[in-house]
Nanobody, 112 residues
Framework: QVQLVESGGGLVQPGGSLRLSCAASGVTFRSYGMSWYRQAPGKERELVAAVSRDGGTTFHAASVKGRFTISRAHAKNTLFLQMNRLKVEDTAVYYC?????WGQGTQVTVSS
């Protein structure tokens, strides 16, 4: 059974940084591409970033490009999202995704 557990969310001021983690279990981690999504109140869930199986190819949504970086550590079965220069509009619940499996989400709130 595949399980994804996110961590690292919290409250941060505009311009600050956070690093999200997603620990995967029950799956051959290096065999799958993975993604981060987010959902703000009253909005649809949107793709934030994605990474290929080997970590060599990444995608970042235009709204976060240059500020967020997705990466993965195969030795730790963990997916990361480094978020810098955070903006109020980045406030959302962030979800880790692998195929049809989703984590429980971690809240990121950017506010002064």
């Amino acid at each position: 059974q595949v399980q994804l557990v996110e961590s690292g969310g919290g409250l941060v001021q505009p311009g600050g940084s956070l690093r999200l983690s997603c620990a995967a279990s029950g799956v051959t981690f290096r065999s799958y591409g993975m993604s981060w999504y987010r959902q703000a109140p009253g909005k649809e869930r949107e793709l934030v970033a994605a990474v290929s199986r080997d970590g060599g190819t990444t995608f970042h949504a235009a709204s976060v490009k240059g500020r967020f970086t997705i990466s993965r550590a195969h030795a730790k079965n963990t997916l990361f999202l480094q978020m810098n220069r955070l903006k109020v509009e980045d406030t959302a619940v962030y979800y880790c995704n692998l195929g049809s499996t989703w984590g429980q989400g971690t809240q990121v709130t950017v506010s002064s």
